[in-house]
């Protein structure tokens, strides 16, 4: 199913959504009222990351969570983080940083107004979880001096040797039993209940499930969704406040049936202009969007019949799709491989494998890399992911650059001029292929 | 050796990026091996207990002409992990039987991948560092990290590493700290007689020599440069902050004396003096490296502040010890750790009334006419209107 819905302004084109991206639209904008309302009804907020969100374990202690890097990008969607951004250079940050810390410093300067128009309060716990940015580190020690709030630290450790060792478990657990659990006993007042835990641990399972088999009906020609621009979606519930919620549980199988029902029906994606018409590029994107022009983005892919089939950035929150499910037997060392297999904290040959794998079992005509300024974690080093990835494939890889959500970084222009080159890269390789193939 | 004769030695090992003097050290003796390590810290009591050299590399500097180390990064990365690919590429590094890169920052942490990649021949190790500062948890953690790479180096040597050798290579490092301890205490009590672009090129001879050696070279340069008496002047005593990993060009730190500022304490080479006191000899030799990291290290913006009032602690002492009248943040454009570091220094700084200035360089900043201009304005300000 897919609704459409009328822009406020005539002038503006219909935005068609599934109806699952509707339901997270609605659990979203109740989350920022829990947010805004959360002191007034006596609750203790948290604000934590993306990659490393401990949201069960949040959850078991009835905190209304916040998460500033979506905070960011939902001010990036809604075209306000441009100014926040410069508010906070203004401020003495320096135009070299991530534009995400920035724009979430800018919110608070502006008067802690959220995406939605609502109060963002100071939150009262502030869960260091470091896991695969050293930028986190930063970000919440300059959101500490600046607001006085308690932070805790989880220390995640690379996996610089390609694998989680038995001591890094136990460093991350130990971290969780000697620091973090106490912290969130002592803020909201409550004691920790390891069965709640594990209850919440077992919606996760089901709704990763769900979400896994959502990103692998790709696998299908056509793809029956868009495994980057779709995906940002998809994941939304999965990696901010909802995973462990029955609501998010019903998401995922809700939108797993429409999928489904797609791909049975050989449907294309649903794009913002309705089903894609043709695939005629199928290909595997390595990291984040660009927010500030997310839907011009979006379209020069699906006007030229690309949809992306796979792609690293909705892993970012969680690698799910190789094995890794939350563990209700094992709650603490299940977080704890949760926070260490998140896709940026795996090291560059990791990372490599599974493009190609994703190239592979994806039937990919090649890797995307869209480059992000504000992002070293994902940035550095990728022209070598390229590299290899093209050595190890045979595919083309090609590279644009954009930022997350600093609109003077996204050139429209030339981003279409390169993808325009590379799709027509990919048709005369195709082209030279198929003649080499009738040739013998 | 006089201090002229000091210095140059100094200069010839910083602009020598074949790394002749390691070379010559392995040809001394068949078998011996080198192993590179990257800023900000290891712990290189590990790498010379298994009877190696530990070799700072700190990216090329202004004399290195990188090619090939561009074609790995956009242009909105610092400039050291792309000359320090282009000294791996052009055989300049064949020396180094391994690398470490520590863990600083997301672009070193990704280098450690790429070197993985493409030096498929070479030890290569991500060395973790805790953020957690409990004994019991982080300190396990350390301990544990340590002990791999301990093995590690064991397996490649030929034979593992006692705890005797690494209490003997402790005691080596001790008496290297304690004599970079005294060279900065030299230079802040007579910054004159110890400009900082010498002292900076005596701390960087040890990125290439053998500690023992280097520490004997400290001491001869104090003891030799105080024997000449230069002429003292009125210029402004300013802390160096942000310059931890990417190095600045020594021009530019001739540039900053220049304009009237005596730099009484920097982070430079901030591995010489990590460790704060001495590191007990006859304990458990990981145990008490790991104490000293945890309990006894300096502050750096790679590192974790456990708690708010901890937040530039160590830079206020560094100008209260140093009877420093500000601070210079002297930082790599890109450099993520340092430039998201220094809106929370300044603001300490504001509340205790010490003023600062900043600007970003690159490791080969080759316009230094604005940072001189704004240096000596700096000064200046303090001169006239600070104590007044």
């Not at chain 1, 977080?335 to 190609?356: E, H, S, V, W």
């Not at chain 2, 530019?252 to 009484?264: F, P, Q």
Request: charged residues 25%.
């Amino acid at each position: 199913m897919s609704t459409v819905i009328a822009g406020k302004d005539p002038k503006k084109k219909e935005v068609i959504k599934e109806d699952a991206m509707w339901l997270q639209k609605e659990l979203i904008n109740r989350n920022y009222h829990e947010i805004a309302t959360a002191h007034q009804n006596g609750r203790k907020i948290s604000a934590t990351f993306v990659p490393g969100n401990l949201n069960e374990l949040l959850m078991c202690f009835d905190f209304a969570r916040r998460l500033p890097e979506t905070d960011a990008l939902q001010n990036g969607l809604r075209k306000k983080s441009g100014k926040m951004i410069l508010e906070a250079e203004r401020d003495g940050h320096s135009e070299d940083v991530c534009t995400y810390v920035k724009t979430d410093l800018g919110m608070m300067l502006q008067g802690q107004l959220g995406p939605t128009g609502e109060p963002m309060p100071n939150p009262d716990l502030l869960l260091l979880s470091y896991t695969g940015c050293f930028t986190f580190m930063k970000w919440f020690e300059l959101v500490r001096q600046k607001y006085n709030c308690e932070t805790v630290m989880l220390h995640t450790p690379y996996q610089g040797d390609g694998k989680i060792s038995p001591a890094m478990r136990k460093y991350v657990v130990d971290q969780l039993k000697d620091k973090v659990i106490p912290a969130m006993e002592r803020i909201s007042g409550k004691k920790f209940d390891i069965d709640l835990l594990r209850q919440y641990m077992k919606e996760s399972v089901k709704a990763e499930e769900d979400l896994v088999r959502v990103l692998q009906t790709a696998k299908h020609r056509p793809s029956p969704i868009d495994g980057y621009f779709g995906a940002v979606y998809y994941i939304g519930p999965m990696f901010t406040a909802f995973r462990g919620v029955p609501e998010a549980t019903k998401y995922y199988r809700v939108l797993r049936e429409e999928v489904e029902a797609r791909m049975r029906a050989g449907k294309g994606p649903i794009t913002p202009e309705g089903d894609m018409a043709e695939e005629k590029y199928r290909l595997v994107v390595e990291g984040p969007p660009n927010w500030t022009s997310f839907r011009e983005f979006w379209k020069m892919f699906y006007d030229e019949g690309a949809v992306v089939v796979a792609s690293t950035y909705s892993k970012v929150g969680g690698v799910y799709d190789f094995g890794f499910r939350h563990d209700p037997d094992h709650p603490l060392e299940s977080l704890a491989d949760y926070c260490l297999g998140c896709y940026t904290n795996l090291n560059f040959p990791q990372r490599i494998d599974m493009i190609c794998k994703y190239i592979d079992e994806y039937q990919a005509d090649g890797l995307l890399i869209n480059s992000i300024k504000s992002c070293n974690s994902f940035s550095a080093g990728q022209l070598l992911i390229l590299r290899e990835v093209e050595k190890r494939t045979g595919k083309p890889a090609a590279f644009i650059e954009s930022d997350l959500v600093d609109p003077r970084y996204f050139s429209g222009a030339n981003i279409k001029n390169r993808l325009e080159s590379y799709f027509q890269m990919i048709k005369q390789k195709r082209t030279a292929a198929a003649s080499a193939a009738a040739v013998h | 050796m006089s201090t002229e004769d000091i210095v140059k030695r100094c200069e010839q090992l910083f602009e020598d990026l074949d790394f002749n003097a390691v070379k010559q050290w392995k040809a001394a003796q068949p078998g011996r091996k080198a192993i590179g390590y990257m800023p900000i810290y290891v712990p290189r009591e590990i790498v010379h207990a298994a009877g190696m050299l530990p070799v700072g590399v700190f990216g090329g500097g202004d004399q290195l002409e990188v090619i090939q180390g561009d074609a790995y990064y956009q242009s909105y990365i610092c400039r050291i992990p792309r000359s320090t690919i282009e000294l791996g590429l052009t055989g300049r590094l064949d020396c180094l039987d391994g690398m470490l890169f520590p863990s600083i920052c997301d672009v070193i942490r990704n280098l450690s991948g790429m070197w993985q990649i493409l030096f498929k021949d070479k030890y290569v190790k991500y060395f973790d560092v805790p953020q957690d500062y409990a004994d019991g948890v982080g300190g396990k953690f350390y301990i544990h990290e340590m002990q791999a790479m301990r093995d590690d180096l064991g397996k490649l040597a030929g034979k593992p590493i006692s705890d005797e050798d690494l209490n003997k290579s402790i005691a080596v490092y001790n008496e290297n700290r304690k004599a970079v301890r005294e060279l900065y205490a030299y230079r802040a009590l007579k910054p004159w007689q110890a400009p900082t672009s010498e002292v900076y090129l005596v701390l960087r001879a040890g990125c290439v020599l053998p500690p023992e050696e280097h520490t004997v070279l400290i001491r001869d340069y104090i003891s030799e440069t105080d024997k000449v008496k230069r002429p003292q002047r009125d210029n402004a005593r300013v802390v160096l902050n942000g310059s931890f990993c990417e190095q600045p060009p020594l021009g530019l730190i001739k540039s900053i004396e220049m304009a009237g500022c005596y730099v009484v304490d920097d982070d430079f080479q901030l591995i010489q003096s990590w460790l704060l006191d001495e590191v007990p000899v006859t304990g458990d030799p990981l145990d008490e490296l790991s104490k000293a990291f945890l309990h006894r290290s300096a502050q750096t913006a790679s590192k974790y502040d456990d708690k708010k009032e901890d937040k530039g602690k160590h830079l206020l002492r560094q100008v209260s010890s140093r009877g420093a009248e500000g601070v210079i943040f002297a930082m790599a454009s890109f450099c993520d750790p340092a430039l998201l570091e220094r809106p929370m220094l300044q603001d300490v700084l504001t509340k205790h009334k010490i003023p600062y200035t900043a600007f970003k360089y690159a490791e080969n900043t080759g316009q230094l006419a604005p940072i001189r201009e704004q240096a000596g304005t700096f000064a200046d300000s303090i001169k006239l209107w600070s104590a007044a």
